[in-house]
């Protein structure tokens, strides 16, 4: 049946760049935006303006509330589900030794897996989380819960296990042999990709190569990985895994990457140059459905290389913060033409709520040092947390806007407590498209999940399991 959401509308419309997303921001406070009864977007426009073809459609009336596209998260793990703000006296490396490697473990209890799983999928949904890269767990049985709970949900997910083949000691639980590392992956590829339809192109769930990060996988991994993905790239099956994170000198995952590798840059590793000197000794990971998370100390060169490939960056602020890995370089990395994507990386970051994630976002942009610092415009953040991730998910032409003809996947927005009184009572500029920006900026900045009522994906409206 046809359904009517009455609103005020916001979303970036078209295929507009960050750079043009404020050109491109559309907002209507007295909107309506119709879902035909294939879950298809048919109408988005003024309330006044709706078509008397549908005057029967069943209506909710969200007045005084807002329909903004769902959030999509391209950096999340699963299975560190409850280890958000572990304390583990250190910085990147330390912290996954002390706290996430030991957290990841547990998941080798099927039944505390499958717990996960249910509290994973429930948090997505308060938090208006429609669609989302999943760094999975290294244990099948908790990847097969993580699906299976995710279809029942209705949620949209790319995953796939983490992938680790060397550690040190609290890692040892999490590492399989080479050969697993690879009959593992194919594995989950084979049951879970495409498992809702059967065809990539209308499917809710999805499946990733993920290696952990260069540092936890060998050569004969990644060359062993680039001939996998050398295989299963045509049928739609992603790559993800951390890129650059933390550079403390001396001691920190670049610097270390680069130092065991012998290679120019840490991109190297994932384009197939993981020999000394970066010579090339496999296939590369690299292409439009992958999706590197941090990129906080890039290389000109590796982020003109991402560009080239399609490759795309999850934009991680809050884990930054929590991590001290410090602050990814906002306009230089922007010019080089790559799509940047918001991601939680909880429980690397402590807060599921993309919206959050914009709002640190937009505070560490502002506070980077002389003509670096830039005060992020509204329906950038917008589009950094909806449109950006569906274009890094090689899913842009489903979601991500209210376009017509796009799967309706969208939150409604009924402010409560201090969202509410901002809302009500804030100055707005005379400058009607200022005060516009004003209003977006304030929603953004006080979302917390209290305020996010309905969840909608490909025009159903999900509950918790």
């Known amino acids: 049946m046809t359904q009517v959401h009455f609103g005020h509308v916001f979303h970036v419309a078209g295929a507009a760049r960050v750079t043009d997303a404020a050109e491109a921001l559309v907002s209507i406070p007295d909107g309506a935006l119709v879902v035909g009864d294939d879950g298809r977007i048919v109408f988005c426009g003024e309330r006044d303006s709706l078509p008397d073809e549908y005057a029967s459609a069943t209506v909710h009336d969200h007045r005084g509330g807002y329909l903004v596209p769902g959030f999509v998260d391209t950096h999340v793990h699963f299975p560190q589900t409850y280890a958000g703000d572990s304390y583990g006296g250190g910085q990147l490396l330390e912290w996954l030794n002390l706290c996430i490697f030991p957290s990841e473990s547990a998941f080798a209890d099927p039944e505390f897996a499958a717990r996960a799983a ?90 990733a190569i993920v290696p952990r990060f260069s540092l936890s996988v060998t050569r004969e991994t990644l060359r062993n990985l680039g001939e996998l993905y050398d295989e299963v790239r045509e049928r739609g099956v992603y790559v993800h895994s951390h890129l650059n994170e933390n550079n403390r000198p001396g001691t920190g995952e670049v610097d270390t990457t680069k130092e065991d590798y012998g290679v120019d840059s ?41 560009a080239e490939t399609g490759t795309s960056i999850s934009h991680c602020p809050v884990s930054q913060l929590f991590l001290g890995s410090g602050t990814m370089p906002w306009l230089r990395t922007v010019a080089s033409g790559v799509n940047v994507a918001a991601g939680t990386d909880f429980g690397g970051g402590d807060e599921w709520l993309i919206a959050r994630v914009l709002g640190d976002a937009f505070k560490q942009h502002i506070t980077e040092p002389g003509e670096a610092g830039v005060s992020m415009h509204p329906a950038e953040m917008l589009f950094l947390g909806t449109l950006a991730g569906a274009r890094a998910l090689d899913m842009e032409d489903r979601f991500g806007n209210f376009d017509l003809g796009k799967e309706a996947d969208f939150v409604v927005v009924s402010p409560v407590d201090a969202l509410k009184a901002q809302l009500d009572n804030a100055y707005r500029s005379d400058d009607p498209v200022l005060a516009r920006d004003q209003t977006l900026f304030a929603l953004l900045m006080g979302l917390r999940e209290r305020s996010i009522a309905e969840v909608y994906v490909h025009g159903r409206r999900l509950t918790p399991l």
């Open 118 to 207: 249910v509290e994973f999928c429930n948090r997505r949904v308060a938090a208006g989380t429609t669609a989302a890269m999943v760094f999975g767990s290294a244990f099948p049985h908790a990847q097969d819960a993580l699906f299976e709970r995710t279809r029942e949900a209705g949620l949209r997910i790319v995953s796939g296990r983490g992938i680790q083949t060397r550690g040190g000691e609290t890692a040892q639980p999490l590492l399989t042999s080479e050969e697993d590392a690879i009959r593992l992956t194919r594995e989950e590829i084979e049951k879970w990709h495409a498992a809702d339809t059967g065809d990539v192109s209308t499917a809710l769930l999805h499946v």
């Open 266 to 306: 840490y991109l190297d590793t994932y384009d197939g140059k993981f020999l000394p000197g970066s010579k090339v000794g496999g296939k590369s990971l690299l292409g439009r459905r992958t999706i590197l998370a941090h990129c906080v100390h890039c290389q000109d060169v590796e982020l003109a290389r991402m």
